[in-house]
């Protein structure tokens, strides 16, 4: 029986709005997955307990942007400011960078190492990663080749949920500290770029992992 033009535009409308209601439901699922270890999120560093971990105890610097000139970008400095208050607090023995450096002229990793070394944290205390390509492969090179079990994952509040999940999800017990020191998040931007990036997030974990680069172990003492 062939449909009236009526009936068809009623029955598109509603496979439209049941695959718009699917993917909304998608959407709050992996919301609520990564989520699940907000309580992990630490704000202020006395609330910060590392004393009855094992030594070292690393904290973990994801990469941002580096200018052209070599500085960091707002949002790394803070990140890398806040790794050096935890070390001067005596909360962390030594400090993982790791980003970006798949480009011969593009290296966040010795940005983030020079500027750690340059305000006072001793060299043998940094530990460099270069293939830290995404928050994924940050976290699990911390676990496979540098030997983690325990870490203080460091960057700014609205991403350290999603590199809990998947620090957590990939067998590394982490908490996260909010380097929120002076850089005011623009809130619509990125929470709805960080939407999308819990959507990847959960399928590179469950899915279709990012082809991360391992090799030898390079255990942190």
Not at 49 to 65: E, Q
Not at 67 to 75: A, E, K, Q, R
Not at 115 to 127: E, F, G, K, M, N
């Amino acid at each position: 029986m062939l449909l009236s033009e009526s009936q068809t535009m009623r029955r598109s409308r509603t496979i439209v709005i049941v695959c718009l209601l699917a993917v909304v439901g998608g959407f709050v699922y992996v919301h609520a997955k990564i989520h699940r270890y907000d309580h992990r999120i630490i704000t202020r560093l006395d609330q910060l307990d590392t004393d009855p971990w094992p030594r070292p105890r690393v904290a973990i610097v994801f990469g941002a942007s580096v200018y052209s000139n070599g500085d960091l970008s707002p949002i790394l400095e803070d990140r890398v400011d806040t790794a050096i208050e935890l070390y001067r607090a005596r909360k962390v023995d030594r400090i993982l960078v790791s980003g970006d450096n798949r480009h011969p002229s593009y290296n966040e990793p010795k940005a983030m190492s020079d500027y750690l070394v340059t305000h006072a944290v001793a060299p043998r205390d940094v530990i460099v990663d270069y293939a830290g390509r995404s928050t994924y492969e940050t976290c699990l090179r911390a676990k496979e080749i540098f030997g983690l079990e325990r870490a203080v994952l460091v960057s700014q509040g609205y991403h350290l949920p999603r590199a809990l999940f998947l620090a957590n999800q990939l067998g590394l017990d982490a908490v996260g500290v909010a380097g929120d020191l002076r850089l005011k998040p623009k809130i619509d931007y990125q929470s709805a770029r960080e939407w999308a990036a819990e959507v990847k997030a959960y399928f590179n974990l469950h899915l279709w992992p990012p082809d991360a680069i391992l090799g030898n172990k390079e255990i942190i003492r």
